[in-house]
């Protein structure tokens, strides 16, 4: 399934931005979603994960309490809420898709997107 992520910038520190995740697939609604995210120097690591309908969903530690994964079947989308963004968020941020049940790790996922930048000054 192809994705196509969407909705980065540049940001202050305490504000928020949406990301989008678009899938290209009439079977979007049985994959699992997953959000990761990669800054320079680091390995990529896990944000957020949806499961096909939108009743499981798992957070990184780091993360809970300020980004919400959510999605729309029907639009074959899958989004992340980015609230009281701190500097510490800047990375690059890929959505992933599997056919399998929910996980945290990158090599549980199958299909990837692009990537989308999100940057967050002090």
């Known amino acids: 399934v192809q994705l196509q992520a969407s909705g980065g910038g540049l940001v202050q520190a305490g504000g928020s931005l949406r990301l989008s995740c678009a899938a290209a697939r009439r079977t979007f609604s049985s994959y699992t979603m997953g959000w990761f995210r990669q800054a320079p120097g680091k390995e990529r690591e896990f944000v957020a994960a949806i499961n096909w309908r939108g009743w499981i969903t798992y957070y990184a530690d780091s993360v809970k309490g300020r980004f919400t994964i959510s999605r729309d079947n029907a639009k074959m989308t899958v989004y992340l809420q980015m609230n009281s963004l701190k500097p510490e968020d800047t990375a690059v941020y890929y959505c992933?898709?599997?056919?399998?049940?929910?996980?945290?790790?990158?090599?549980?996922?199958?299909?990837w997107g692009q990537g989308t930048q999100v940057t967050v000054s002090s």
């Open positions: 992933a898709a599997d056919q399998l049940r929910i996980g945290t790790r990158d090599s549980e996922y199958e299909y």
